[in-house]
Each structure stands twice: as C-alpha cells, then as structure tokens.
C-alpha cells in the first residue's frame, strides 16, 4: 500500500469509458494565502458497467475526485475523458445529464417525492404518461414503497432521502452516477440492501458507478473494483477479486488515524 499508483492489469483501457490523464487539481490562491494541492497527477481508467468504491481516509480527496467529473471544478492540470472527448468540451448540462452526482445531503427542494422523481423527466419533455410509467418502475426496481412517494423530506429520515435522490438520478438513465458516501445514514441491514439492489441494477442497465465509501464491508458487497487515495494521491487501482482486504482495512485504519492525528496537532 506504500508504493503510489499501482495500476492493476486486468483492468484494460482499450474498454475505457471514462478516462483521467494526469489530473491535479489545486485551489486557487486568495491574497496570501496559496492555493492547496488537494489531488495530484491522477490517471485512471474506467470501463463501463464498472462498479468502483473510492476509499481513503478523511480528506484524502474522493469528494473533491467527484466534483471533477461532474464539473463542479475543473482540474488545474490534466484531461478528463468521457468516451474519447475531453469533458470540458461537452455543454456541462449535456454532460451532467451522462454523468449524475449524488450529493452527500440531498434536497428535495419542497418538492413531495414524486415530483422530485418527475422533476428532471419533466425539463426532458418526457409525456405525463410515460413519466408516470418510469416512476413507478424505478421505484419498484428501487424497493421504494408506494407511500413514499406522497412525502415531502420533511416526512423522510436522511437515510430514506438519499435513497430517493439516488432513485431520482437512475430515473433520468445516465450512462455514470457518482455516489458520495450513499449509505452512511443508513442502517447496515438496508444499507446492504440497497448496495445488492443496486448493484443488480447497475449490472442489468451496464451502468457505471463511482461510489465513495467508508464502510469497507459495503464496498466488498458491491463494487468489482477499488481506488484508494491518500493525500490527493492514488496509491491503488484494484479489481475487488484480487484485493487483499484484510491489508486494505489495516491500512486504512493506520491512514485515518494518522490524518486524525495531523488534524488534532493542527487544530486544537
Ligand atoms: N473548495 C475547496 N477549497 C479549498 N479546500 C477544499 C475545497 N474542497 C475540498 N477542500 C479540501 O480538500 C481536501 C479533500 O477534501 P475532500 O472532501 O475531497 O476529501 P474526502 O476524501 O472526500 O474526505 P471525507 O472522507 O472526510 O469526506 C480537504 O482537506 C478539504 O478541506
């Protein structure tokens, strides 16, 4: 786990659907204060259907990875690719509606949740029946109770919204869903769950999912590879078959206490 960028072989780029070229990304100066590296030189590729679970401790970068490829920033340096063209080439919601992101806290901005289901169908000029007819089919596929759908997010716990902005994203049918810590208020019972539902999904529809997860456990139930980062750095590229998780896990406990210690010293 020292050594950075350890690329796994089995994994060919000849298949590639997205791909990352060198990309860093550094904040920008302000006045005196500099701008901070907080992902460097990271190149990777990914074939669709791909189910990736980013892992690495607290502020290792994963977050800040997801917001490049839906372009909330753009790297500093580098190039990213979807299917052989640079990104920033593609009109953003042109590109968004390919590749979705899933925020860490959701809003359903009021809206009960069918209309949040309706809402990005609606600005595709789907017709109301057809609309209807994904609705209920995405929830099914989903597992979401009919009842749900006449609440709004205030008559829904954290856990129960992401799983309908995740189900509000699959609607829309993107060729990649990017997913920031989608369980974590979730119980491990429905957590786990929801990952094989998922993941059966994500097999049937050759859909692509980058997913950022603490849990090592969920991971291993539903990704078919691993990218760990650390300081902004991939340290490793792996199929979840070929992986060491025993070593996985005492490396991550060893990183996150490590960069717990780094901010105690620096903060408090
Ligand atoms: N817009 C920004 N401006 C300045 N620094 C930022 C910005 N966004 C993120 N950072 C910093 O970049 C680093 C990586 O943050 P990021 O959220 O990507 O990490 P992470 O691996 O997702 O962490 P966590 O597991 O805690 O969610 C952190 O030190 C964070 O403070």
């Known amino acids: 786990m020292n050594s950075p960028t350890v690329s796994d072989d089995s994994l060919s780029p000849a298949l590639a659907q997205l791909q990352l070229k060198q990309v860093s990304w550094v904040t920008s100066a302000k006045g005196a204060i500099p701008g901070t590296t907080i992902l460097s030189d990271i190149s990777f ?3 669709r259907g791909d189910r990736i679970t980013l892992i690495g ?5 994963k977050s800040s990875l997801l917001r490049l490829l839906n372009r909330l920033n753009d790297p500093t340096s580098g190039t990213i690719y979807l299917e052989n063209q640079d ?3 593609i009109p953003v919601l042109q590109l968004r509606r390919q590749i979705m992101l899933v925020c860490q806290e ?3 901005l009021g809206m009960t949740v069918r209309e949040a289901l309706a809402y990005p169908l609606v600005l595709q000029q789907l017709e109301k029946s057809a609309i209807a007819q994904r609705i209920q089919t995405y929830r099914k596929r989903l597992h979401i109770p009919e009842d749900w759908l006449e609440r709004t997010e205030l008559q829904l716990s954290v856990g129960q919204r992401q799983l309908v902005a995740i189900a509000r994203a699959l609607i829309c049918q993107p060729k990649i869903i990017l997913l920031d810590e989608p369980t974590s208020a979730l119980d491990v019972g429905t957590a786990s769950h929801f990952l ?3 993941a059966d999904m994500a097999n049937q529809d050759q859909i692509t999912v980058l997913m950022v997860n603490h849990q090592l456990d969920m991971a291993q139930l539903f990704c078919n590879r691993i990218l760990y980062l650390q300081t902004g750095q991939l340290m490793q590229d792996t199929s979840a078959t070929n992986l060491d998780w025993n070593l ?3 490396s991550l406990v060893q990183a996150e206490a490590q960069a717990a210690q780094e901010w105690g010293v620096e903060e408090f």
Do not use: S
Request: glycine content about 16%; overall charge neutral; cysteine-free.
């Open 87 to 89: 990104i920033q080439t």
């Open 45 to 47: 590729d990914v074939a």
């Open 196 to 198: 094989g539902v998922l």
């Open 248 to 250: 996985l896990r005492e």
């Open 57 to 61: 401790p607290a502020g290792a970068g």
């Open 106 to 108: 959701p809003k359903l």
